[in-house]
């Protein structure tokens, strides 16, 4: 199994940039996750999907943020247009929603720097 | 509100010796937890975790005491490796919810 597959793996691009960041979820897992994390408040939840069904996007910080699953295999978290706060470590997590509680599978992050 | 703390952002231990790393929780609610570990450059990953109904878990090295009454859990690395060198996240949830809060992390040096 790859496990969760991020891309790209790093990304720089200037203020007022749309940006997009691709998730794969490991096959068979319902449930997906994006998070962000930043030093002061560490791993935030931005969005939460069951079934391909968005569930909770309350964690999205402002409408410059949107995410899309148009099917199991595929997600994006697209950032139009960037600001330079909105730097930082993207993660995506998949999970089984009837596996343990809490229990996710992380990618290895993309690294967002906006300039 | 940070309702998973983590108030102490490293730590250093000497190898050979006990790690201790420590969290606090506000939220009641929670009745599961569990302790991730990040390395550089990779995704965390999953360590151990406690059910509220226990107030100690075991596996090998890695032991999660939880203190409900306190809300406070910690991960005890007895004896700590330099491969635990990482930052570690701890996390909380309620069983039937979706929503795992993290806390900032720590990260844990252990000297060789």
């Known amino acids: 199994d790859a496990g969760v597959i991020q891309s790209p793996r790093h990304e720089v691009t200037e203020m007022g940039q749309e940006v997009t960041l691709r998730c794969k979820p490991i096959?068979?897992?319902?449930?997906l996750f994006w998070y962000r994390q930043t030093m002061m408040r560490g791993l935030e939840l931005l969005i939460y999907?069951?079934?391909?069904?968005?569930?909770?996007d309350s964690g999205m910080p402002e409408d410059r943020f949107s995410a899309k699953m148009p099917n199991a295999s595929f997600s994006t978290l697209k950032i139009q247009p960037s600001e330079p706060r909105d730097s930082a470590v993207y993660f995506c997590?998949?999970?089984?929603?009837?596996?343990?509680?809490?229990?996710?599978?992380f990618g290895a992050g993309t690294r967002l720097s906006v300039l | 509100d940070q309702q998973v703390k983590q108030n102490s952002p490293s730590l250093s231990v000497q190898e050979g010796r006990i790690s201790i790393l420590n969290c606090d929780y506000t939220n009641s609610m929670f009745d599961y937890f569990l302790w991730y570990k990040k390395y550089p450059a990779e995704g965390p990953t999953f360590l151990i975790s406690i059910s509220s109904i226990k107030d100690k878990n075991e596996d090998g090295r890695f032991t999660v005491f939880l203190n409900k009454s306190a809300k406070h859990l910690s991960l005890h690395i007895v004896p700590s490796q330099p491969g635990d060198s990482a930052v570690y996240f701890c996390a909380a949830t309620h069983t039937g919810g979706f929503k795992t809060i993290f806390g900032a992390g720590t990260r844990l040096f252990v000297k060789a």
């Open positions: 997590a998949s999970s089984l929603e009837s596996g343990l509680p809490g229990i996710q599978y």
């Open positions: 096959s068979g897992h319902n449930s």
């Open positions: 999907f069951n079934n391909n069904v968005p569930i909770d």
